[in-house]
């Protein structure tokens, strides 16, 4: 892969980061990768395997060919919470439900 596709791909990760109000190192651990590591494919300066990939794709909710190409993603007008709770699977948006209920019932 070219230094300028590499360079490409971390752009994408740190808006989408950035969006989600998330630190590289926040989001390194949800990820299950070093913040380190994380940094160096921010910045375009080393490569990721298929493995880290997949780690990251699912721990953003986005497609793997957004990450990679810049297509297949359209981010929505809506909030932030609607978009990723739009790219969750049925299991994520119940226990969503669940901590947004304990959270509110803590509040009042």
């Known amino acids: 892969m070219e230094k300028a596709q590499l360079k490409e791909i971390g752009q994408r990760l740190r808006q989408k980061r950035t ?4 630190t590289r190192e ?12 994380y940094g160096q494919i921010e910045v375009g300066t080393t490569q990721m395997s298929i493995d880290t990939l997949i780690k990251i794709t699912t721990s953003m909710h986005l497609p793997m060919e957004y990450v990679l190409f810049g297509t297949g993603y359209s ?15 049925e ?15 803590k509040v009042d």
């Not at 969006?19 to 998330?22: A, V």
């Not at 299991?91 to 019932?105: N, P, Q, S």
Request: proline letters at 7%.
């Open 19 to 22: 969006e989600l109000n998330l």
């Open 26 to 37: 926040e989001f390194a651990e949800l990820a299950d990768i070093s913040p380190g590591f």
């Open 75 to 89: 981010p929505s007008d809506c909030s932030p919470i609607i978009e990723l709770l739009n790219n969750c699977t």
């Open 91 to 105: 299991r994520e948006i119940k226990l969503a439900e669940r901590l947004l209920k304990l959270y509110l019932l």
